[in-house]
């Protein structure tokens, strides 16, 4: 009798000999809170509503838009721990997603420029983004919820990495 052949450890979403390393937790407080606030505009438009009608069955409309805050409130944190990144001697791996997982390996050889970015909320949560650009248009290499610190790290040794790749070519 045949078996088929054995996956490594984690299967194709985690490579062996890969040393992961992970997200900041503040990501989770900085889309719980951009989501919190996208829900409070919207309540403030539906809760008088029932308020002005006095029919009970209007007071469905807030909650039709309450019940995905309290899913997200549950995913959110779940979703920010399963993003990672590694850095191997050619490559760079970045993996996302429970339920849709997705493993992105980007060859520092075919970096353009790598972008680093904060908005409002993000400066507030104390956390910035790491893009990867490339000669392809569907490449989706992005690291969110990275400490300031170490996107400045990261990029200026992807940029490194990247030179010296090409400069082999």
Avoid: C
């Avoid at 407080?29 to 539906?46: D, E, K, P, Y």
């Avoid at 995905?68 to 549950?74: D, F, G």
């Avoid at 001697?89 to 075919?110: E, M, N, S, T």
């Amino acid at each position: 009798m045949t078996t088929a052949p054995e996956r490594a450890a984690g299967g194709p979403f985690d490579p062996t000999g890969v040393t992961w390393t992970p997200v900041s937790s503040r990501l989770a407080g900085a889309r719980l809170t951009a989501m919190g606030i996208t829900t409070a505009i919207v309540l403030l438009v539906l809760v008088p509503i029932p308020l002005l009608t006095g029919a009970a069955w209007t007071w469905a409309f807030p909650a039709v838009v309450v019940a995905p805050m309290l899913w997200a409130a549950v995913l959110v944190p779940r979703q920010v721990r399963a993003h990672a990144y590694a850095e191997r001697a050619d490559d760079l791996l970045v993996r996302k997603g429970i339920l849709f997982r997705q493993l992105v390996v980007v060859p520092y050889g075919r970096m353009q420029y790598v972008d680093v970015t904060a908005g409002p909320l993000a400066r507030r949560f104390r956390i910035a983004s790491v893009q990867l650009h490339t000669a392809s248009p569907n490449t989706n290499a992005t690291i969110d919820g990275l400490p300031p610190e170490e996107a400045a790290r990261l990029r200026d040794q992807l940029a490194s990495r990247g030179e010296a790749q090409l400069a082999g070519l």
